[in-house]
C-alpha cells in the first residue's frame, strides 16, 4: 500500500467509507434483533385437506379454531361471548360481511358447528371455511 507525505497545506479530498461501513452494519444488526418482534404472530393450525376449494376473499372476521377447541379472533385468545359481539358489530357495519373460520382438522365436529351457530346467530349469513388444497 502506498503511503502518502502530506506537508499540511492542501486539502484532504478522499471519502472515509470506515465510518459509513460501521454504520450500516450497526443498522442491520438493529434489523436482525428486532425483525422477529415485528413479524405477525401466528396460530399453526393444521387445516383439512380438499381437492374442491376456491379462493375465499378477504374478510375482517376471521375466526380460527385450535387443536384444543380455543378460538382465536385475529389472532388473540377469545371467547365463544367476544366472537358473537364481533361478528355483531362487523354485521351491523355490513349485512354482506363473510366470516371465514380456520379449523384444525383435529376439532371435534361440534365445536365447528357450535362456532358457525354463533356466528349464523350473529346475523352473519355468509361463511367459509378454511383448507388446504390436495
Given at each position: 500500500m502506498a503511503m502518502k507525505l502530506d506537508n499540511g497545506d492542501d486539502l484532504q479530498s478522499e471519502i472515509n467509507v470506515v465510518p459509513l461501513v460501521d454504520i450500516i452494519l450497526v443498522v442491520l444488526i438493529i434489523f436482525m434483533v428486532t425483525a422477529p418482534m415485528i413479524m405477525k404472530p401466528s396460530i399453526n393450525v393444521n387445516l383439512p385437506k380438499?381437492?374442491?376449494?376456491?379462493?375465499?376473499?378477504?374478510?375482517?372476521?376471521?375466526?380460527?379454531?385450535?387443536?384444543?377447541?380455543?378460538?382465536?379472533?385475529?389472532?388473540?385468545?377469545?371467547?365463544?361471548?367476544?366472537?358473537?359481539?364481533?361478528?355483531?358489530?362487523?354485521?351491523?357495519?355490513?349485512?354482506?360481511?363473510?366470516?371465514?373460520?380456520?379449523?384444525?382438522?383435529?376439532?371435534?365436529?361440534?365445536?365447528?358447528?357450535s362456532v358457525l351457530d354463533i356466528v349464523k346467530g350473529a346475523g352473519v349469513k355468509k361463511f367459509a371455511i378454511s383448507i388446504d388444497k390436495k
Open positions: 380438499a381437492a374442491s376449494g376456491e379462493a375465499t376473499v378477504p374478510s375482517k372476521l376471521n375466526i380460527t379454531i385450535a387443536p384444543d377447541g380455543k378460538l382465536n379472533l385475529d389472532g388473540k385468545n377469545v371467547e365463544d361471548t367476544e366472537v358473537q359481539a364481533r361478528a355483531i358489530e362487523e354485521f351491523k357495519k355490513n349485512p354482506d360481511v363473510q366470516a371465514i373460520i380456520s379449523a384444525d382438522k383435529d376439532v371435534p365436529h361440534g365445536r365447528v358447528v
